[in-house]
């Protein structure tokens, strides 16, 4: 699933829908995970760090 993708089938959800809390980083990290990206690829591709993916990881299960 490309991130297009996935922010096309984030937008058609419901207004108000918790998916609409994400950020596009949020988002990206999400499309890299649901291409099975290995978290060593995502601090690359995404140019963060191990620490920083944790704190991603956590603020996307507190939104959801």
Do not use: C, N, W, Y
């Amino acid at each position: 699933m490309t991130q297009e993708q996935l922010t096309e089938i984030l937008k058609d959800g419901e207004t108000g829908s918790e998916l609409d809390l994400l950020s596009e980083r949020e988002i990206e990290f999400f499309s890299l995970l649901s291409q099975g990206t290995p978290s060593h690829i995502m601090l690359v591709e995404m140019g963060i760090d191990a620490d920083d993916l944790a704190l991603l990881k956590a603020s996307i299960r507190k939104k959801l």
